[in-house]
């Protein structure tokens, strides 16, 4: 691997160089703020009409250049928060620390070191501060739209503008990870969280404290990666201590605690547990041989996966009884996670499901997960399902909270903007590209329920991009170049 760290250098300049100054100011979601400050600083002084809301959101506007005050008004739109993750060997705070990106000469990406790259979806707001403060590119009326807390809650940041605050007739959303794609719908995403109350009794005599790691999965996002088949450590884990406890011993389940964000497959899982000494040559055969299973079933991914058994640091004088401890593990073996339910072309995924934290605080197992459907009826029953399932195994306090409503177009292929696109991606690359659902959640539909005149008058574009939400995403600089020149051409041909 050969880095480049002076990457701005690389075309588009303008672009690759407000990407690497939005790397350099930490932004997570709800730490928007001192990226905002500069962005809504840049823009004054561009020029633009800039208003900022309670949430920390940005519209701004710019005028027609010369020649193009005819053409219609187009709302431009990305997020300027990014997933905070990070390889477990990576000790850093990245809610204060600054990514470090570099691009690989020997494979044409920008990537991080261990940690994300927030390409998602900071590409799209640099092509968006490229386009609103220079004065090189022609188009007609903008308006931009620089939104805050999506991976965590859209709903939050579009309650605090007003309704109708966009007076523009076409959106392009630029929040996509594939150039072959236009997505004129996508699903919509609940975050559900519960809770279980552990009940510790005094541990068996002869028994020590053990801590039991699944690590260094692949991990990724939980819709874009849905497809694949990875293994989300958390469940992987619990189903292997699952099915050891039928076949062989029985443990007591002290803790569990993995996964750093709920849309985001864990690559990383810890469960503390109180073994005996003698059955552990077993259990660390029997986790190594789920282990491979789960890698020969990943078909190539997964294959950093570790794993690690070894005393605790501390010995424990209480545990959960074997009883408990087995339903605790029955329902993470058998929630569900990944696809769940498939259009019948096997195309779109209509339904799927990600556990995406578990913690241990308090002598309470705390739980965060991440539903997504097609249809608002579907994430209510998935909800529901949930529910009924974990009460049944202890688990109460649930809760949802709407992160994204679904988006649906009538009639994707009469998008205008669609088709704008695709002919302008075309005359760019030679290469198609076709109208999709995006399997995850994005803004198109809570930016159309504020202002209704843009429904089926949306489209959601972006360079490729892969494995976002993990450690390993990455960019690659020639798809933001045809992404780019495709952006230009479609501002100035769009009717």
């Given at each position: 691997m050969s880095r480049k760290f002076d990457f701005e250098t690389l075309e588009p300049r303008g672009v690759l160089s407000w990407f690497k100054k939005i790397c350099a100011i930490p932004h997570g979601s709800y730490n928007e703020a001192a990226l905002a400050d500069m962005l809504k600083h840049e823009l004054n002084k561009a020029g633009c009409y800039v208003k900022q809301f309670s949430s920390?959101?940005?519209?701004?506007?710019?005028?027609?250049?010369?020649?193009?005050?005819?053409?219609?008004?187009?709302?431009?739109?990305?997020?300027?928060?990014?997933?905070?993750t990070k390889r477990a060997d990576v000790k850093i705070d990245l809610n204060t620390t600054p990514i470090k990106p570099f691009y690989d000469t020997t494979d044409g990406y920008i990537k991080c070191d261990g940690t994300t790259l927030g390409a998602d979806n900071g590409i799209g707001v640099a092509a968006i501060m490229e386009i609103m403060t220079s004065n090189k590119y022609n188009h007609g009326p903008l308006e931009a739209l620089l939104s805050v807390t999506e991976e965590i809650d859209i709903q939050y940041c579009m309650n605090s503008i007003p309704k109708k605050s966009f007076k523009a007739k076409h959106l392009l959303n630029l929040d996509i990870e594939s150039p072959e794609k236009m997505y004129t719908s996508s699903n919509g995403a609940n975050r559900v969280v519960c809770e279980r109350p552990l009940v510790y009794k005094p541990v068996h005599k002869g028994t020590k404290t053990y801590l039991v790691q699944i690590s260094h999965l692949d991990g990724g996002h939980s819709a874009l990666a849905v497809h694949n088949p990875l293994s989300n450590a958390i469940t992987l884990l619990c189903e292997a201590m699952y099915s050891f406890t039928q076949d062989h011993s029985k443990v007591s389940l002290v803790s569990i605690d993995g996964g750093n964000a709920f849309n985001a497959i864990p690559r990383k899982a810890d469960m503390v547990i109180q073994a005996d000494p003698k059955d552990l040559p077993e259990l660390k055969k029997h986790l190594r041989h789920a282990l491979d299973v789960a890698i020969t079933m990943a078909q190539g991914l997964d294959k950093e996966g570790r794993i690690t058994v070894k005393l605790a640091d501390k010995q424990v004088k209480q545990a959960c009884d074997y009883d408990e401890t087995e339903q605790i593990l029955w329902f993470f073996a058998y929630i569900p996670t990944g696809i769940e339910k498939m259009d019948i072309t096997m195309k779109h995924i209509f339904a799927s499901h990600n556990v995406g934290i578990v913690k241990t605080e308090n002598n309470i197992l705390k739980v965060s997960m991440m539903p997504r459907c097609f249809f608002s009826d579907g994430l209510e029953y998935q909800f529901n399902k949930l529910r009924y399932f974990g009460t049944k195994f202890g688990f109460r306090n649930f809760q949802h909270l709407l992160t994204c409503v679904p988006w649906l177009t009538e009639h994707p292929d009469k998008v205008e903007i669609a088709q704008?696109?695709?002919?302008?991606?075309?005359?760019?690359?030679?290469?198609?590209?076709?109208?999709?659902?995006?399997?995850?959640?994005?803004?198109?539909?809570?930016?159309?329920?504020?202002?209704?005149?843009?429904?089926?008058?949306?489209?959601?574009?972006?360079?490729?991009?892969?494995?976002?939400?993990?450690?390993?995403?990455?960019?690659?600089?020639?798809?933001?170049?045809?992404?780019?020149?495709?952006?230009?051409?479609?501002?100035?041909?769009?009717k």
């Amino acid at each position: 691997m050969s880095r480049k760290f002076d990457f701005e250098t690389l075309e588009p300049r303008g672009v690759l160089s407000w990407f690497k100054k939005i790397c350099a100011i930490p932004h997570g979601s709800y730490n928007e703020a001192a990226l905002a400050d500069m962005l809504k600083h840049e823009l004054n002084k561009a020029g633009c009409y800039v208003k900022q809301f309670s949430s920390g959101a940005i519209l701004a506007r710019k005028k027609a250049t010369k020649g193009y005050e005819k053409k219609p008004t187009v709302l431009l739109q990305a997020h300027m928060d990014m997933v905070l993750t990070k390889r477990a060997d990576v000790k850093i705070d990245l809610n204060t620390t600054p990514i470090k990106p570099f691009y690989d000469t020997t494979d044409g990406y920008i990537k991080c070191d261990g940690t994300t790259l927030g390409a998602d979806n900071g590409i799209g707001v640099a092509a968006i501060m490229e386009i609103m403060t220079s004065n090189k590119y022609n188009h007609g009326p903008l308006e931009a739209l620089l939104s805050v807390t999506e991976e965590i809650d859209i709903q939050y940041c579009m309650n605090s503008i007003p309704k109708k605050s966009f007076k523009a007739k076409h959106l392009l959303n630029l929040d996509i990870e594939s150039p072959e794609k236009m997505y004129t719908s996508s699903n919509g995403a609940n975050r559900v969280v519960c809770e279980r109350p552990l009940v510790y009794k005094p541990v068996h005599k002869g028994t020590k404290t053990y801590l039991v790691q699944i690590s260094h999965l692949d991990g990724g996002h939980s819709a874009l990666a849905v497809h694949n088949p990875l293994s989300n450590a958390i469940t992987l884990l619990c189903e292997a201590m699952y099915s050891f406890t039928q076949d062989h011993s029985k443990v007591s389940l002290v803790s569990i605690d993995g996964g750093n964000a709920f849309n985001a497959i864990p690559r990383k899982a810890d469960m503390v547990i109180q073994a005996d000494p003698k059955d552990l040559p077993e259990l660390k055969k029997h986790l190594r041989h789920a282990l491979d299973v789960a890698i020969t079933m990943a078909q190539g991914l997964d294959k950093e996966g570790r794993i690690t058994v070894k005393l605790a640091d501390k010995q424990v004088k209480q545990a959960c009884d074997y009883d408990e401890t087995e339903q605790i593990l029955w329902f993470f073996a058998y929630i569900p996670t990944g696809i769940e339910k498939m259009d019948i072309t096997m195309k779109h995924i209509f339904a799927s499901h990600n556990v995406g934290i578990v913690k241990t605080e308090n002598n309470i197992l705390k739980v965060s997960m991440m539903p997504r459907c097609f249809f608002s009826d579907g994430l209510e029953y998935q909800f529901n399902k949930l529910r009924y399932f974990g009460t049944k195994f202890g688990f109460r306090n649930f809760q949802h909270l709407l992160t994204c409503v679904p988006w649906l177009t009538e009639h994707p292929d009469k998008v205008e903007i669609a088709q704008t696109w695709s002919k302008c991606f075309t005359k760019v690359t030679g290469r198609y590209t076709f109208p999709a659902k995006d399997p995850g959640g994005i803004e198109p539909a809570a930016i159309i329920d504020n202002s209704p005149q843009l429904l089926n008058h949306a489209v959601a574009v972006g360079p490729r991009m892969y494995d976002c939400h993990s450690p390993l995403e990455r960019v690659e600089v020639k798809s933001i170049v045809e992404w780019w020149k495709t952006l230009l051409l479609v501002l100035k041909e769009i009717k």
